[in-house]
């Protein structure tokens, strides 16, 4: 991405964590969250973190890219396992024709805390042949999990040599979050309520508090201060 091109991820799954939202930008700011963040699940079968028993198996991913054109671009796939890295490969086949490899993982301290997390998109170029194609999904198939890479303190750069031998790094950007939430976009939400759900506001607590699902960042708003937000867009 470049420039203030944007994209949104969100998977609605039929799993309890509920919906999940993502967003980034061309500067490396992302924020993200979960709907029911305390979903507490035994280990599945392989002794890892139950993402499928999370998600669910039944539901949509969807993204949606700002490319600063007239209408954003968007694709959906149906979720296909519930583990993220196979849907997200799936989404790549079948919305944007485009083989690809991923891999997404966590690693969860014993306090609930995140110990390690990371991940890769590594997609094919025209004209690889058979051998060459091969020889990545050998390498692959032979990759120990991320979040264990990570946790020992190997970087990206070394996963993908793992991967695909001798690499040229061509641009590194950071990744950090950062929320857009801001009084004056809680108050234009307020706004597009409008006046009749506004007043009933008053009327039932004589305020209003807005949290941010991003930040938690908490907004109040007394009688009089939703008094003025009517004022000033009356007619």
Do not use: W
Not at 196 to 203: T, Y
Not at 205 to 227: M, P, T, W
């Amino acid at each position: 991405m470049k420039g203030n091109e944007s994209i949104t991820v969100q998977i609605k799954g039929n799993g309890p964590i509920g919906h999940i939202v993502a967003d980034a930008n061309a500067s490396g700011e992302v924020r993200g969250y979960v709907e029911n963040p305390a979903v507490d699940l035994p280990l599945n079968e392989r002794g890892k973190l139950d993402v499928a028993g999370a998600v669910g198996t039944d539901g949509f991913l969807y993204v949606i890219k700002d490319l600063g054109m007239k209408e954003p671009y968007r694709g959906s796939v149906p979720i296909v396992s519930g583990e993220l890295g196979e849907d997200f490969t799936y989404y790549f086949a079948k919305s944007e024709q485009t083989p690809s490899a991923v891999g997404v993982g966590v690693l969860v301290d014993v306090d609930c805390s995140v110990k390690a997390a990371g991940g890769f998109i590594i997609q094919l170029m025209p004209g690889l042949s058979d051998e060459e194609i091969s020889f990545f999904e050998s390498r692959l198939s032979n990759l120990a999990p991320v979040s264990a890479l990570i946790d020992e303190g190997k970087d990206l750069e070394f996963i993908l040599r793992e991967i695909l031998g001798d690499i040229h790094v061509l641009e590194k950007t950071g990744v950090y979050f950062r929320c857009k939430c801001s009084r004056e976009r809680v108050e234009k939400m307020l706004i597009s309520l409008g006046e009749a759900e506004i007043r009933n506001m008053i009327e039932q607590d004589g305020k209003a508090e807005i949290v941010c699902h991003f930040c938690n960042e908490s907004y109040r708003f007394n009688e009089e201060q939703l008094l003025e937000i009517i004022k000033a867009n009356e007619g």
